[in-house]
């Protein structure tokens, strides 16, 4: 049977207080041996609002999270999202330079740490001026407990409540804020086109994998609190813990590419019952179609749908639903599906208006889960949402005559090779399928010839060899000669930030050291 929360709800509060009535008993957190109901995790978040009036925070402040996902957060996130304050978490694999940089440009107030990160939280909230309180996540939630539940006045629902920092490939990381109607906004329009993802039936159980830090770990949870349904929380990604997952009941869950890769060639992957899994969601980085078509012979009875957006869209503005995936693969596999209910999207020249159907520009949305803008950053919001709402995505792609949105690259990462643009993910979709490599990256490198040349940076399968001349004959079959590479790296793995991304500047940096500028 489907369960549903009426449409019009947009907040944290109107969801809690519906399914502690409705579905009381029902698990909404599983976390290793700990679980907490509906009706629990309504008081307890009323409770952990008095705590944190205890300690002086409340509406427009700021608290932090430093630690692997767990349920403890998301009873944070969800008493900020009821309360107004926002919620900031932090990725636990950051150097504690980069944690004292979110802690210090957040301005919170308190870090709640998990064990194995107080003494990191401590030292750096100590080099700060005004440094935040530091507490350890258990003793912070069993003080919690003994509290009265707060009562509040609800929250406004264009108030921040979440604070994510994106990558930081470049510069600084910018605080993305992002309110309860962004979080929640397309959730009407979805259910009113009758989307079958967001149909959630008893019984359904969403898998919280990736990082908290970045919205398609805490997104997750969100999903899974405001459906009605249990989200199984586990610590990090590993094969096994996704293979474990599926097995015992999860019906949901979203992976980036290279944790779909990790869990199709896990050694237990041929012979795992994939049955129980409804929907793959996958996104946050290009799919080669030959990593999607192995997925999807490895997992037949799962429906599997690319999803496409980022922190400042609140995540997800495409889909490309179950039907257009295909075993033997077609076109629009290739693509990042077409816009999501009360979603509307344009592929832009750089005059800002609307490129012809077919033609590559820049992915603008215009969206109510776009962000009001970057914490204290008023230039770099101009410089993404323009006077008419519409966000800036710095990703290039063409869309098609039926409203496929096809991901060429960041514009930044693009390749200029003798006046020809190159997007390095279509080259590296061209080179996944040869029988040897692993994983691909694609850069441009300095030549004096063409300006820029295409470099095939490659990681290969165990006990395998691969030839440079191989890998550059392999592509040339696949895409025009000039965008084929002149030149394979063969590495041991690939550099990636906390979210899984490939650091394509860190595979650059090498070879423009010294040149006054890179080409692209």
């Known amino acids: ?218 997104g997750v949870g969100v999903i899974g609190m405001s459906s009605g349904v249990r989200s199984l929380v586990q610590p990090e990604f590993t094969p096994d813990g996704v293979i474990d997952a599926v097995e015992s009941g999860t019906t949901h869950m979203f992976l980036v590419p290279a944790a779909v890769q990790m869990a199709i060639q896990s050694p237990r992957a041929g012979t795992a019952d994939w049955s129980n899994l409804r929907y793959m969601m996958y996104g946050a980085a290009p799919m080669p179609l030959e990593l999607l078509k192995e997925a999807v012979r490895t997992m037949p009875q799962t429906g599997f749908m690319q999803v496409y957006g980022m922190t400042e869209t609140t995540g997800t503005v495409t889909y490309l639903p179950p039907e257009d995936h295909d075993v033997e693969g077609n076109q629009r596999m290739r693509s990042a599906g077409k816009a999501c209910p009360g979603v509307t999207i344009e592929v832009r020249g750089e005059d800002n208006k609307p490129l012809p159907l077919g033609e590559i520009g820049e992915i603008c949305i215009l969206s109510p889960s776009n962000t009001a803008g970057y914490w204290k950053l008023p230039e770099a919001t101009k410089g993404t949402i323009d006077a008419d709402g519409w966000l800036h995505t710095g990703d290039a792609g063409i869309m098609d005559e039926d409203g496929y949105v096809y991901i060429q690259d960041r514009i930044k990462d693009m390749i200029i090779s003798g006046g020809e643009n190159v997007y390095p993910a279509e080259v590296e979709s061209a080179i996944y399928g040869h029988p040897a490599i692993a994983e691909v990256a694609v850069i441009g490198v300095p030549s004096e010839k063409w300006g820029e040349e295409v470099k095939a940076c490659i990681v290969a399968k165990p006990g395998m060899d691969v030839e440079a001349s191989d890998v550059i004959g392999y592509a040339r079959e696949r895409v025009a000669a000039f965008k084929a590479p002149k030149s394979v790296d063969v590495i041991s793995a690939m550099p990636r930030n906390a979210s899984g991304k490939i650091l394509r500047r860190e595979l650059r940096a090498p070879y423009w050291e010294g040149e006054e500028r890179q080409v692209n």
């Open 1 to 218: 049977m489907s369960v549903h929360a009426p449409d019009e709800y947009i907040t944290f509060d109107e969801y809690l207080r519906y399914w502690a009535k409705e579905r009381a008993d029902t698990i909404v957190l599983e976390a290793g041996d700990r679980t907490t109901t509906f009706a629990e995790a309504e008081r307890k978040t009323r409770q952990i609002i008095s705590a944190l009036a205890q300690r002086g925070i409340g509406k427009g402040d700021r608290i932090a999270w430093l630690g692997k996902n767990s349920d403890r957060y998301f009873l944070l996130l969800y008493a900020c999202g009821r309360l107004g304050a926002v919620m900031a978490p932090i990725g636990w694999r950051l150097a504690p330079r980069e944690i004292g940089y979110i802690l210090s440009d957040t301005e919170a107030k308190l870090v709640v740490a998990q064990d194995a990160f107080v003494e990191t939280a401590q030292a750096v909230a100590a080099g700060l001026e005004n440094g935040p309180l530091v507490e350890e996540g258990e003793a912070f939630f069993t003080a919690a407990d003994k509290m009265e539940p707060a009562d509040f006045d609800p929250v406004d629902a264009e108030q921040p409540v979440l604070q994510l920092y994106t990558s930081g490939t470049t510069g600084n990381p910018k605080g993305v804020q992002l309110s309860n109607r962004n979080l929640f906004a397309l959730r009407k329009p979805g259910t009113e086109a009758g989307l079958e993802y967001l149909d959630y039936k008893e019984g359904d159980c969403i898998l919280c994998v990736m990082p908290v830090a970045h919205i398609a770990g805490t």
